[in-house]
């Protein structure tokens, strides 16, 4: 009788120890992916504001959001950069969520995670042939890709 | 965002005119004069699915405002919270407390920044004021870090904290201002986010909410302005932005020399490839960007290169092509990535890591001069992992901070800082020494010893400064699911 209790108290505490490792297991990795969650969310963007565009353009926009990042006028995580009212026209209409990012949108996000950036440090992108606000035109236009242009 | 609010309207909507429908076709069939009775039944209808429209509607609208009603009296909060807390900083005698202080300024600073960033208002009338908490915020947190390493805060630092604090209370006025309004239940957010997506300049004198809302921020962006520069040791301190860089020298080339050079420069032969300047690039390190498009059927790949206008540096380099799935791994991409390193004339550069990302590997290499790793002085390469061909290849770093260096001789030996280390780490490779990046405003370098170790089975690289003996940086290995390499 006891030799069975034991029996019991042997599995289930393995059991119980096999599925406490499973779980730090997944927690760890779930920590270990953090970056993806921004990879992602890059990609999602550069595939709705850059789609059509050469890789260079897409690299470019990617690396617009980390300089945003990194900038003091502007939120400080990719999320709050994304998200920001007004900011992005794709993300006021919803587009970055009907759309899924190509593999291409998807390196061109990994490389500008890389440090890759064909903007030089640029924090604006516009389309100049579009209907833009004025101000935009007084910053300092750093470079033109594709349709896009460039600005700090 | 009034798109958005639409889509969900209609979605509701949908469901109203089914029903509306289905009571029509079961009335149609009794009635004698039945076209007059459809007509009624299907007015009804239309008005009882507009009316499921608009309410859908108006508590969506309500909510998104709520949302921002939040953030703004959070910000509220958050700025009065940085208000007081720098006034506490200033009247702490301990150091205790004054770290306690200061920290708060920093949590409720960056707040304060992520709140005032996600109220709809025109990026334009924020920035200022975005910069400002952010840049209050790392100040506070570098001085708390001073203070905790029981160095005396400069008078420089002193006034800084005191003219931080005036300002901050004078944003603290100028939200209570528009605190009125919103508590009043006045102000319309849908409206405002409509009206700064449009762009529209505030009319003079008009006093409806859009206007109020972005009036009241301009102002209180405008009072931030007058606050001088800031310059401090800190990531978003203003030097950092003015640096200048160091590694680009040489005579100024023009551009048929930049194509030249971009066509030797690629590591496959270009000689047959259409080379055209496709625009100039104004950056602190201005260059021409030269395209390399190939032959038709010559089954070789387009470039593009930024080579610099002065000294005729390659910047970046970018080959694009699709990759086949892995065939190679990452010693052998290590290998080809020297190979075309040496073959560029970039001598004296070693490998420090290497990470596998999709089908790529990408390999910072950095400067070593008399054993020392020049950390600042990087270029980057990626290498397909289908064939080893280079795909890209960044310098930015490199040409930003590299110059002739007199390295100093560390006045602590290996042995001394190694007595620095946390017992909790376990040192597994010999220590070496290097230049890494700090953000201080005398120099933006500083010789550490570098050791690499292992904690609760985590990969770590601690620096510690081979002049001070201060613990400079600790840095932690993220193993990211594909391969990595550190060398």
């Given at each position: 009788m006891s030799s069975t209790t034991k029996r019991m108290l042997i599995v289930g505490s393995t059991v119980f120890a096999l599925v406490a490792v499973v779980m730090v297991a997944v927690v760890l990795r779930g920590d270990a992916q953090g970056r993806a969650g921004d990879a992602n969310l890059l990609a999602r963007l550069v595939a709705a504001e850059a789609d059509g565009e050469p890789y260079q353009g897409m690299v470019a926009v990617a690396s617009v959001m980390l300089n945003r990042v990194e900038s003091?006028?502007?939120?400080?995580?990719v999320s709050g950069v994304i998200f920001q009212p007004g900011a992005f026209e794709s993300v006021s209409n919803g587009l970055i969520w009907r759309r899924s990012p190509s593999r291409q949108a998807v390196s061109a996000a990994r490389d500008a995670l890389n440090g890759y950036d064909p903007s030089y440090g640029c924090l604006f992108f516009w389309n100049p042939s579009k209907p833009v606000s004025?101000?935009?035109?007084s910053r300092t236009i750093a470079v033109r890709i594709g349709k896009h242009v460039f600005a700090r | 965002m009034a798109d958005e609010v639409n889509n969900a309207g209609e979605n509701v909507g949908a469901v109203g005119e089914g029903t509306g429908e289905a009571g029509t076709a079961r009335s149609g069939g009794t009635a004698a004069n039945w076209p007059g009775a459809l007509l009624v039944l299907l007015l009804i209808a239309s008005l009882v699915f507009g009316y499921a429209q608009w309410t859908a509607r108006r508590r969506l609208e309500v909510a998104v405002g709520n949302q921002y009603f939040s953030s703004f009296f959070d910000l509220l909060g958050n700025v009065d919270n940085v208000r007081v807390a720098l006034s506490k900083s200033l009247v702490s005698g301990s150091p205790r407390l004054r770290v306690g202080a200061l920290s708060d300024v920093w949590r409720e600073a960056s707040n304060a920044q992520a709140n005032l960033n996600s109220l709809p208002v025109t990026h334009k009338v924020l920035a200022k004021t975005s910069a400002f908490l952010t840049q209050v915020g790392d100040f506070a947190f570098v001085t708390a870090r001073k203070v905790a390493n029981q160095q005396m805060m400069s008078d420089d630092d002193w006034d800084r904290l005191v003219k931080m604090k005036e300002q901050s209370e004078d944003l603290a006025k100028g939200l209570a201002g528009m605190e009125a309004e919103a508590s009043s239940g006045r102000i319309n957010w849908v409206r405002v986010a409509e009206q700064a997506n449009k762009e529209v300049p505030a009319k003079a004198g008009s006093k409806s909410t859009p206007e109020v809302v972005t009036d009241g921020f301009t102002k209180v962006d405008e009072s931030v302005q007058q606050f001088p520069t800031l310059i401090y040791d800190g990531p978003f301190s203003d030097h950092i932005e003015a640096r200048k860089p160091v590694g680009v020298t040489g005579a100024p080339i023009d551009s048929t020399r930049a194509i030249e050079i971009a066509r030797k420069f690629v590591?496959?032969?270009?000689?047959?490839h259409t080379g055209k300047i496709e625009g100039e690039v104004d950056s602190k390190i201005p260059a021409y960007r030269v395209s390399l498009e190939a032959p038709k059927k010559s089954g070789k790949p387009d470039a593009i290169v930024d080579v610099t206008k002065t000294g005729g540096h390659v910047v970046l380099m970018n080959i694009a092509r699709d990759i086949d799935p892995k065939k190679i791994d990452l010693e052998a991409a290590v290998a080809r990535a020297n190979v075309f390193l040496s073959k560029i004339g970039m001598t004296s550069m070693k490998p420090t890591f290497a990470s596998e990302v999709g089908d790529v590997a990408v390999i910072p290499f950095v400067w070593v001069q008399d054993g020392v790793y020049?950390?600042?002085d990087m270029v980057k390469v990626k290498v397909a992992l289908d064939n080893g061909d280079i795909l890209s290849y960044d310098s930015l770093g490199f040409l930003t901070s590299h110059h002739a260096r007199k390295l100093s001789k560390p006045s602590i030996e290996a042995d001394e800082a190694k007595?620095?280390?946390?017992?909790?780490l376990t040192v597994s490779a010999p220590p070496r020494l290097a230049v890494i990046p700090v953000e201080t405003v005398d120099t933006p370098e500083a010789l550490c010893w570098e050791f690499r170790g292992t904690s609760f089975g985590e990969d770590f690289f601690v620096y510690i400064d081979a002049a001070s003996g201060v613990e400079e940086k600790v840095l932690q290995l993220i193993k990211t699911s594909e391969g990595s390499l550190t060398m």
């Open positions: 003091a006028k502007f939120p400080n995580t004025g101000w935009i035109w | 590591p496959f032969d270009a000689s047959a020049v950390y600042p007595e620095l280390l946390s017992p909790a």
